[in-house]
């Protein structure tokens, strides 16, 4: 069972990386952060969904293994706009 969101999923990863920084480019505004606690495909979605509501993000994508989150969006989102996002799907940011 995944103790992080009490799913019925069996896994073990390890999820610890180091957060990056926020860029721009012609596809938008990008920003990385580290996601710690998720430990299988329902963790990544619970965070994907509570950060593509966040005004302007146009993709997520996370990197189970790592924790890595990309965030990309039409103009720089606040970073505490994404901590509050993962923070209520059940996780913390590094």
Same mark, same amino acid.
């Given at each position: 069972?995944? /103790?992080?969101?009490?799913?019925?999923? #069996?896994?073990?990863? @390890?999820?610890?990386? !180091?957060?990056? $920084? &926020?860029?721009? *480019?012609?596809?938008?505004?990008?920003?990385?952060?580290?996601?710690?606690?998720?430990?299988?495909?329902?963790?990544?979605?619970?965070? /994907?969904?509570?950060?593509?509501?966040? #005004?302007?993000?146009? @993709?997520?994508?996370? !990197?189970?293994? $790592? &924790?890595?989150? *990309?965030?990309?969006?039409?103009?720089?989102?606040?970073?505490?706009?994404?901590?509050?996002?993962?923070?209520?799907?059940?996780?913390?940011?590094?």
């Amino acid at each position: 069972m995944c /103790t992080a969101c009490s799913c019925s999923t #069996d896994t073990t990863t @390890d999820t610890t990386a !180091d957060a990056g $920084t &926020g860029s721009s *480019t012609s596809a938008g505004e990008v920003s990385q952060y580290t996601v710690i606690g998720m430990t299988c495909g329902h963790c990544v979605s619970s965070v /994907t969904e509570e950060i593509q509501q966040i #005004d302007g993000v146009r @993709d997520v994508a996370v !990197d189970l293994t $790592t &924790g890595a989150v *990309t965030v990309t969006a039409d103009q720089p989102v606040p970073a505490d706009a994404v901590t509050t996002a993962v923070r209520e799907a059940g996780y913390q940011v590094a």
